[in-house]
């Protein structure tokens, strides 16, 4: 242990009291009224979220509010560990109890297709998007999280999924981009806006859903249903995202936040 | 089933004495037990009768629940060799003198004594209804819930149509009936009634109105049966009785019920007795609704089913007139106690008869006839008997 | 003449709602039965095996042969009015406020003299056509109809008082993003129902016929999902004081049996929207209902539940969602219970497979949800209670009077997909 260490740490404690580094949320709030991915009816369906009041300081606990929770590991802001898919079950440290807690507290790039994805519901980010992008910023280094902003956030209701009669319609990575960042970049993990990590057509890509299959393939992690992505930097900031820690779980909804330094000029 | 013919006995040297009359209030607070007692005391009071003389006992009340006659056995103090519990309502006073009448002339009893009485609260007219029968809670009370003022209105509106009856028919008994009992201290009704205030009343349920209507109350009336040596050696003042009938069910399958069990034996009624209609010094018919004094008129025979219009305006009945009828009142004026109401006619034509009734006292008043009816059991009455009483040898 | 039932004004805010008050409600066992049928619609009366003589009131004894083989049997509902009466005063409370009330004698052409309700338009003494309904105590009692329809018939203040007209009224259909659910906001938009809350859940999922939906006047769209406590209870805290009828179309139905299935989401969704949705409304809205039994013309009037037939013996084809409809059919049980003297009838609809998506490989017959809606309608403006639909619903019914546990050895030992 070096004094270095303990200095960074009461340099960043001082930031954040003066408002130098602000932390940023990056959840949305968890509702019943919160879209969940749906699949063809024949399969299970993620459940979406529901809150049973046990009491509210009536005749059930005259003092107390408390109330009893249920909904799937893939509920509204949430983590994929890479069990969740068939690619990864065999790899060590899977499950959410498993990864090394060091993997939840990273630096983050945040790949800004904002206004790509308002022209073309069906926006694929590709590897020569993200070249464009380090070409501004740096290459991505590895170990960090990638986030890929949409703006998808600010939709609601019906335009979140947007399903339609051939499916849903959202933006994600193309498979070479994913190879991309498995292959050459090494990233920890992939964060997105939409209810899943993969575009919303990715069941006719090739492989299927290939953020799926070759992150979590990869051991690598994914984060979904991301938002105020507008609020980071494109490089710098660090993301905080443990998911809870559920024994054999395959991800968890959570609480995403971001540190970002908003000394610079 | 073949049989004999066999003749009726009938009640050679058994009478009727006592007429014991409690007032009636309009609410109390006490229980039918009390009124009961009431009756009974003044009973002993009257005839000197103590609980060790009297070895029967003929109970007829409507609120004695939890207890029968039974109970009432060890509460007033008796004990009798013979005891009877009558639920015939209206036609309780001439039925229980049936039962009474043959078990002292067979010996089983000396002195019965016949009570019948009910207490009514604010309530117990409403609470009365919906327990009245399994009838009238299946298949009478959930149309409406008038009450007997439903299925009497049908009957009277089905009589005028099928006899002739008017309203101004029924407006003179009711009319009558109150200058009666304006003679009689004990009547609750205390003012005067008009055929005109009759014809423009208050409609309670077409065609009946307010003055159809008996008025629930708490009373109580009894009387007792002996020996005539043991009223005579006792001084007391007592009828002998005629002749009487009794029948339950009567023309069941009559659609509305326009006549009554009378019509089926009356002509044992006056033959029994030896009597004839128009020897009758006084009728007392049981009066909930006038029609179905009207009906008794008709099937005792005093007029024939179809001329009463005609019988009730050739007559005045008032106590002093024509055809004296209900001549305390009846129940329209006098007030209905409940199972009381059913001995009210018959403790009244013993009173005239044992020189006993006051202003309201028919001259010269030698037989009486008492009609009972009673138990609406769903779109009908039941019971009915019928009694004729002749003045006894007192001196 | 009856004259046409006006719409009903707004309700004045400053006014005591009436609680409702109940005809007389005490029967004998006997009378329950024919309350019993009463509650289908149907007229029956005994009539002794022996000798044939129609009874009436209900008994334990043929009075004219003593037998005690007495059968019930729906009777020919012609009659004659033989004697009538207008009450004007009654010492039950329900009755007193409804006052005058026309009441009479009819002799049926079975034979009996019945007492009866009897309705306005019917002339002094005429012919009658006798209908057996249950009233607002829960109980069945017989009203006497003009022998041929006549104007505004249904209008008719004694007879709206047996049924559940929608006309006038303001309904919830639970479930509108089915085809069933659609139906039956088109049959009661016809009926005369003056506003029609549609509830949708997970508005972000599309589904046909919304567009059509939000178009048909007098319908408001609301989310609903029977499934979230929050929403339910939010909805009705909005609209609770002025539901008058509850229809729940919402049904999760898949197909498969206990074993068949791998884990317990299916059949726990099948609970979640099948009996836990059930109990939700019944706890968001039922109290509200249960309040305004006698709120004016367009007091609250009835909860209308669909079941399946097979909610009264498991089908093993559909086990488990059969077994969450027997959840749901005794909670229906119990909700009559509880809206008993409310004024509310609880009106249950059997029948077998729908013609829908989730049934679709069964053979026919089966009943298309514009038939089913229709006979919700049908039920509604007859005050029926219990609607046994179709030819599989009718022969289910059918064995299960007959002998439940035989019926039970009948579908448990079918193979799959065979009918009955």
């Not at chain 2, 002739?164 to 009936?177: S, W």
């Not at chain 2, 004990?186 to 005109?196: F, N, R, V, Y």
């Not at chain 3, 669909?306 to 049980?333: C, D, F, K, M, R």
Request: glycine share 8%; hydrophobic share 40%.
């Amino acid at each position: 242990m070096s004094k270095n260490n303990s200095n960074a740490l009461a340099a960043l404690a001082t930031a954040m009291s003066s408002g130098d580094v602000e932390t940023v949320d990056l959840t949305h709030t968890l509702d019943a009224d919160f879209p969940v991915i749906v699949l063809p009816p024949e399969f299970g369906q993620c459940a979406p979220f529901r809150a049973e009041v046990v009491s509210r300081y009536d005749e059930r606990g005259p003092g107390w509010y408390w109330q009893n929770i249920s909904m799937c590991e893939h509920t509204g802001t949430h983590f994929d560990a890479p069990i969740h898919w068939i690619s990864g079950k065999d790899l060590p440290n899977a499950s959410v109890d498993a990864i090394p807690a060091g993997a939840f507290v990273r630096p983050v790039c945040v790949i800004d297709c904002s206004q790509e994805c308002a022209q073309d519901e069906d926006f694929l980010l590709t590897p020569d998007f993200i070249q464009a992008w380090e070409k501004e910023h740096g290459q991505v280094p590895a170990g960090h999280w990638v986030l890929m902003r949409s703006d998808w956030s600010r939709r609601s209701g019906a335009a979140y999924l947007n399903m339609r009669e051939d499916g849903a319609h959202s933006p994600g990575p193309s498979s070479d981009a994913v190879k991309f960042l498995v292959e050459e970049r090494d990233i920890v993990g992939f964060g997105t806006e939409t209810v899943g990590t993969d575009a919303g057509q990715a069941a006719h890509f090739s492989p299927p859903y290939p953020a799926h299959h070759l992150f979590h393939g990869a051991g690598k992690y994914g984060l979904q249903c991301l938002s105020n992505l507008d609020q980071l930097p494109p490089t710098g900031a660090i993301l905080i995202c443990p998911p809870l820690k559920i024994k054999n779980g395959s991800g968890s909804p959570l609480r995403v936040l971001a540190l970002v330094d908003r000394s610079a000029a | 089933m073949a049989r004999k013919k066999f003749k009726r006995a009938g009640y050679a040297g058994v009478v009727v004495a006592a007429p014991v009359s409690v007032p009636y209030e309009r609410f109390s607070p006490e229980p039918a037990h009390w009124w009961l007692a009431r009756a009974l005391s003044e009973l002993g009071k009257r005839t000197g009768l103590s609980p060790e003389d009297i070895d029967g006992l003929c109970v007829s009340s409507f609120t004695l629940f939890p207890d029968t006659a039974a109970g009432i056995t060890q509460h007033f103090g008796l004990t009798p060799r013979w005891l009877d519990h009558v639920p015939t309502g209206g036609a309780s006073g001439v039925i229980t003198l049936r039962r009474a009448a043959r078990a002292v002339q067979s010996g089983d009893a000396n002195i019965v004594a016949c009570i019948a009485g009910d207490t009514n609260h604010v309530d117990s007219f409403r609470a009365m209804l919906t327990t009245f029968s399994r009838f009238s809670q299946d298949a009478s009370y959930p149309y409406g819930s008038g009450g007997p003022n439903g299925s009497f209105s049908l009957m009277t509106s089905h009589h005028m149509k099928s006899c002739g009856t008017q309203r101004e028919d029924f407006g003179k008994i009711c009319v009558a009936q109150r200058v009666n009992a304006l003679q009689y201290p004990d009547a609750l009704m205390k003012s005067p009634l008009t055929l005109e205030q009759y014809m423009d009343a208050r409609l309670i349920a077409d065609p009946i109105v307010l003055f159809d209507c008996v008025m629930p109350c708490a009373g109580a009336e009894a009387y007792v049966v002996m020996r005539e040596d043991d009223a005579q050696a006792n001084n007391l003042p007592y009828a002998n009785i005629l002749s009487t009938i009794e029948r339950h069910n009567a023309f069941p399958d009559d659609p509305v019920q326009i006549r009554g069990g009378w019509a089926l034996d009356k002509d044992e009624f006056w033959s029994m007795a030896g009597v004839k209609p128009d020897q009758v010094d006084l009728l007392q018919t049981y009066d909930d609704y006038p029609v179905i004094s009207v009906m008794q008129m008709e099937d005792l025979g005093f007029c024939e089913k179809g001329a009463a219009s005609e019988f009730i305006q050739a007559n005045t009945l008032t106590y002093d007139g024509t055809f004296p009828h209900n001549t305390s009142g009846g129940q329209l004026s006098v007030g209905q106690a409940g199972a009381a109401g059913g001995f009210l006619g018959l403790v009244e034509a013993i009173r005239q008869l044992t020189g006993e009734a006051g202003e309201n006292a028919v001259p010269d008043a030698r037989i009486a006839a008492v009609s009972g009816f009673g138990i609406i059991n769903f779109d009908r009455g039941l019971c009915s008997g019928a009694a004729l009483l002749e003045r006894g040898k007192n001196d | 003449m009856t004259e046409p039932l006006p719409r009903p004004p707004k309700k004045d805010p400053q006014k005591r709602t009436m609680t409702p008050t109940s005809p007389p409600h005490a029967r004998s066992r006997k009378g329950i039965v024919f309350s019993t049928f009463a509650a289908e619609g149907r007229l029956a009366l005994q009539t002794c095996a022996a000798c044939k003589h129609v009874i009436y009131p209900a008994r334990e004894i043929c009075p004219k042969c003593w037998s005690m083989d007495l059968q019930w049997q729906d009777i020919p509902d012609g009659g004659e009015l033989i004697a009538e009466t207008t009450l004007r005063t009654s010492v039950n409370t329900y009755f007193r406020e409804r006052m005058p009330w026309r009441i009479g004698t009819v002799k049926l052409d079975a034979g009996p003299m019945v007492l009866a309700h009897i309705h306005g338009d019917v002339g002094e003494y005429e012919r009658v056509k006798m209908i057996a309904r249950t009233d607002k105590s829960g109980q069945g009692v017989l009203l006497a109809l003009p022998e041929k329809e006549t104007a505004n018939m249904a209008d008719d203040k004694q007879l709206r008082s047996l049924t559940c007209d929608p006309k006038h009224r303001r309904i919830l259909v639970t479930d509108g993003r089915t085809e069933l659910g659609q139906c039956t906001v088109d049959a009661l938009v016809a009926a005369g129902a003056s506003k029609i809350f549609v509830g949708i859940a997970e508005e972000w999922r599309p589904y046909p016929g919304s567009a059509e939906l939000a178009k048909i006047p007098g319908v408001e769209i609301m989310p609903l999902d029977v499934t979230d406590t929050i929403s339910v209870n939010e909805l009705a805290g909005e609209i609770g004081g002025k539901t008058d009828i509850l229809v729940n179309t919402a049904e999760h139905v898949r197909p498969g049996a206990a074993m068949q299935r791998h884990g317990i989401l299916t059949a726990r969704d099948e609970m979640e929207t099948n009996y836990f949705g059930l109990m939700r409304l019944i706890q968001a809205f039922g109290p509200g209902m249960r309040g305004r039994g006698a709120d004016g013309d367009n007091s609250a009037c009835a909860w209308v539940n669909l079941l399946s037939v097979y909610a009264l013996s498991n089908w093993p084809v559909y086990g488990t969602t059969t077994a969450s409809q027997a959840a749901a059919y005794s909670l229906s049980q119990c909700l009559r219970g509880e809206f008993a003297g409310s004024g509310v009838k609880v009106v249950n609809v059997l029948f077998g497979p729908l013609e829908e998506s989730w049934r679709q490989p069964l053979p026919p017959p089966k009943v298309t949800p514009k038939r089913l809606a229709d006979t919700i309608v049908d039920a509604l403006r007859q005050g029926i209670e219990n609607v046994t639909l179709g030819p599989v619903a009718e022969d289910i019914v059918r064995r299960f009077k007959d002998d439940p546990f035989v019926l039970e050895r009948e579908l448990t030992q079918a193979q799959q997909g065979q009918a009955v």
